[in-house]
């Protein structure tokens, strides 16, 4: 887990129609309820690019280019998203 700033910019990579994003999704917005954490969803089959890098393996959470965790919302970074 990366050490996450006062102004963090979150990056969820997702896809249409995938169950496991749609939980991370719901279980992040949760956690930053109260925070000033922003929290950006990015399709990555808009992108061959993003497609190449992830593939089947989302969602995964993002903050800046360090990647906080993948397929489900760890515990261990939901409550320090939380306390933000």
């Known amino acids: 887990m990366s050490d996450l700033s006062e102004k963090t910019d979150l990056v969820l990579y997702s896809r249409a129609g995938c169950h496991l ?6 279980d992040l917005e949760q956690a930053l309820r109260g925070t000033s954490l ?4 990015v399709d ?3 992108s061959d690019e993003l497609v190449a890098r992830y ?8 903050d800046g280019e360090a990647e906080l965790c993948a397929v489900r919302l760890d515990p261990d ?3 320090a998203l939380a306390g933000r």
């Open 21 to 26: 994003c749609d939980d991370m999704l719901d």
């Open 55 to 62: 593939g089947e393996r989302v969602p995964v959470l993002h």
């Open 44 to 46: 990555i089959d808009t």
């Open 38 to 41: 922003t929290l950006s969803v």
């Open 77 to 79: 970074v939901a409550a």
